[in-house]
């Protein structure tokens, strides 16, 4: 009722310290057979459509079908079997079904290709206006990974990467990431990437105690430097973050930016290493990464808190022989885009 609910914000207007938390119905009915009414002992009625009630039911099943319809939940697990999805850029951007199955498959399968754009900068800035907005950090809206004099990130350089997750040092990291291929050299500069969630199964089945010391330790990482701006980042995370089931639902794990301040117990030391090297052994074991090349015009998109990406080490010229430009976006961003596509093209919220 306009009393209760601001309908133009879709919010409640009722004050919650004005709530009677044991209150009960007087009275209710059923109208019309689409809609129930329930009066209140103060005489306040309320109304409510049968449908919109049912779907908010208490039972285990109502609330499995609301939560896979809200948060996409379902995940294809994948190794070097991988099947990279692809999808051309220009579909993605003009034509809505094409831009609902792209974000669809980020959620469940953590990695998609988009081909054809354009071998410029700023094609990036255009995919984020798709979606909505890119994620600003302390490297810019968007960042060139290219070889640089006096590097002030390791990616900025020609040597390996080994696999990791950008931005740990955040205490919330960006949710996906995208890297748009300007120009590809010709020897090395492969990229890598591992399923994370799918190694983060496999650790807690081979090794729950490396899994459990992995997902409670709070490991310091850092980040100082001048790029957007000057910076001095520090955050404490675990390098799995798990729900309340202890399923993985985070990794935090870059080695290049993990603090050599590390604040647990001497004892505790070796054993978190122990652990750690497990799940690095994991990462690389041939049957989990899949390797493959970007090709000039190629953005991989990806879920930056399931898929751990590396490089393979390339040579450097006399300028520059590979240039990548990246860029973040939230989760939240992301996931708002694709319910808005999905009630467009499938007519349904």
Same mark, same amino acid.
């Given at each position: ?42 005489? #306040? ?14 039972? +285990? +099943? ?20 991988? *099947? ?87 205490? #919330? ?38 899994? *459990? ?74 049957? #989990? ?16 808190? &399931?898929?751990? #990406?590396?490089?393979?080490?390339? *040579?450097?010229?006399? +300028? ?21 596509? &999905? ?7």
């Amino acid at each position: 009722c306009p009393q209760c609910f601001l309908r133009s914000a879709r919010a409640r207007r009722l004050l919650f310290e004005d709530l009677d938390v044991n209150i009960v119905v007087k009275d209710i009915a059923l109208a019309d057979g689409k809609k129930i009414s329930v009066t209140w002992p103060d005489g #306040h009625a309320s109304e409510y459509e049968v449908e919109w009630l049912k779907k908010r039911c208490f039972s +285990e +099943e109502a609330r499995a079908e609301m939560r896979g319809d809200l948060f996409l939940p379902e995940r294809q697990y994948w190794g070097s079997d991988l *099947q990279l999805p692809k999808i051309p850029f220009e579909e993605i951007m003009y034509n809505d079904e094409s831009a609902y199955k792209w974000l669809c498959t980020l959620k469940k399968v953590g990695i998609v290709l988009l081909t054809g754009a354009a071998t410029r900068q700023g094609e990036l800035v255009k995919l984020g206006h798709r979606i909505g907005f890119l994620r600003l950090t302390f490297y810019g809206p968007t960042w060139q990974v290219q070889d640089k004099a006096d590097a002030n990130n390791v990616a900025y350089t020609t040597g390996k990467l080994c696999f990791h997750t950008d931005y740990p040092v955040l205490q #919330h990291p960006p949710g996906v990431q995208f890297l748009h291929c300007i120009k590809q050299t010709d020897a090395g500069g492969e990229s890598e990437v591992v399923d994370g969630f799918h190694v983060c199964n496999r650790l807690k089945e081979q090794s729950p105690q490396a899994y *459990q010391i992995l997902s409670s330790t709070a490991v310091d990482y850092t980040d100082v430097g001048v790029d957007y701006c000057d910076f001095a980042v520090q955050c404490k995370q675990r390098i799995i973050d798990v729900d309340s089931r202890g399923q993985a639902v985070r990794i935090n794990y870059n080695n290049a930016t993990r603090d050599t301040i590390f604040d647990i117990p001497a004892e505790k030391v070796r054993p978190f290493y122990g652990a750690l090297k497990e799940f690095v052994d994991l990462l690389n074991s041939a049957e #989990h990464k899949f390797t493959y090349k970007l090709k000039p015009g190629d953005i991989v998109t990806f879920d930056n808190w &399931r898929v751990l #990406h590396g490089r393979q080490s390339y *040579q450097s010229g006399s +300028e520059v022989t590979r240039h990548l430009e990246g860029a973040y976006a939230d989760w939240d961003v992301v996931m708002s885009r694709l319910r808005l596509l &999905r009630k467009r093209v499938l007519n349904r919220d």
